[in-house]
Structures are given as structure tokens and as C-alpha cells.
Nanobody, 126 residues
Framework: QVQLVESGGGLVQPGGSLRLSCAAS????????FGWFRQAPGKEREGVSCISRSVGTTYYVDSVKGRFTISRDNAKNTVYLQMNSLKPEDTAVYYC???????????????????WGQGTQVTVSS
């Protein structure tokens, strides 16, 4: 059974950092593109960052470039999103997704995924 489980969300002050983790099970990560997406109340889901299967090609939405870093450890079946210099506008539910049908950019720009986690809340507030 394919499963993605996010963790690491929470409440943080502006300027702070969080690291989200996405633990995958039931399939081999090597063959999948992974992405982090977020959805704030009243807004559409947005592709934040995506990473390719093995060569490490990454995509970031403009609003997080230079602040967020996506990485993957296929041996640990885990994908990470390091978030630094957090801003109140980063507040959202963050979701992890996986797909073997689209490229890194296609997945993020289109907010597409074949498998999705349940999400983890990130709140940036003083």
C-alpha cells in the first residue's frame, strides 16, 4: 500500500526555520518525482518545490527561492523541505506528493501528483 506521511510542521516565528519530512512506503522512490505543495485558506493549492528522480534537478516557486531547499534520501525513503527565513505568507497546510508521469517543473506548475500525503500545518506568526 502506497503511503506518504508528512511531519515537521508547527508554529514558528517570522524569520524562523522548519524542516518538513515526507516518509514514503509501498513503492520505490527512485522512480518518482517528488514535490511539496501548500494550500492556504481560501487559496488554490500551489506547487512549492519539486525534485527529480535521481539527478537532483529541482524547481522552486519564485516566492521561496533562496529560502527553501528540497532534498531526497532514497535510501531512507524520505524527502525533505528545509524552510528558512519563514514569513507569515508561508502559512499553509503543506502536502507531499509523488508521481512518475511528469517532469519536475510540470509537477510543480500543474500541482499534479499520483500519490498524496495527508498534510502538515505550518503557521508563521509572532
Amino acid at each position: 500500500q502506497v503511503q506518504l506521511v508528512e511531519s515537521g510542521g508547527g508554529l514558528v516565528q517570522p524569520g524562523g526555520s522548519l524542516r518538513l519530512s515526507c516518509a514514503a512506503s509501498g513503492f520505490t522512490l527512485d522512480y518518482y518525482v517528488f514535490g511539496w505543495f501548500r494550500q492556504a485558506p481560501g487559496k488554490e493549492r500551489e506547487g512549492v518545490s519539486c525534485i527529480s528522480r535521481s539527478v537532483g534537478t529541482t524547481y522552486y516557486v519564485d516566492s521561496v527561492k533562496g529560502r527553501f531547499t528540497i532534498s531526497r534520501d532514497n535510501a531512507k525513503n524520505t524527502v525533505y523541505l528545509q524552510m528558512n527565513s519563514l514569513k507569515p505568507e508561508d502559512t499553509a497546510v503543506y502536502y507531499c506528493a509523488a508521481s512518475n508521469r511528469w517532469t519536475t517543473k510540470e509537477m510543480c506548475v500543474g500541482s499534479w501528483g499520483d500519490y498524496w500525503g495527508q498534510g502538515t500545518q505550518v503557521t508563521v506568526s509572532s
